[in-house]
Nanobody, 119 residues
Framework: QVQLVESGGGLVQAGGSLRLSCAAS????????MGWYRQAPGNQRDLVAR???????NYADSVKGRFTISRDNAKNTVYLEMNSLKPEDTAVYFC?????????????WGQGTQVTVSS
């Protein structure tokens, strides 16, 4: 069971920046992929960015060039650097971990952190 704790959300003006952190309860080197999802009221939870254990990344088109996902294996932490924030980035951001064990994919979620971007 992997436990994930997010932090770093808050209120920021449009054009500003925030950095989200996701601390895992175990060595993330053994976690196949970690990512950030977001969910605005009335919307589904969508992928924002993902990073694999090998360091490969992928991003939603809406955040490419503005957001950067990274991981620090020594700290068991994944980060999401968010720049040039827009009001439409307002959502609850969730950290996600996917771990393969004995051929089964296990998914874990954090509790979420609110990001609010004012215009």
């Amino acid at each position: 069971q992997v436990q994930l704790v997010e932090s770093g959300g808050g209120l920021v003006q449009a054009g500003g920046s925030l950095r989200l952190s996701c601390a895992a309860s175990e060595n993330i080197f053994h976690i196949n992929s970690m990512g950030w999802y977001r969910q605005a009221p009335g919307n589904q939870r969508d992928l924002v960015a993902r990073i694999t254990s090998g360091g490969s990344t992928n991003y939603a088109d809406s955040v490419k060039g503005r957001f950067t996902i990274s991981r620090d294996n020594a700290k068991n932490t994944v980060y999401l650097e968010m720049n040039s924030l827009k009001p439409e980035d307002t959502a609850v951001y969730f950290c996600n971990a996917g771990q393969m064990r004995a051929g089964v994919l296990y998914l874990y979620w954090g509790q979420g952190t609110q990001v609010t971007v004012s215009s």
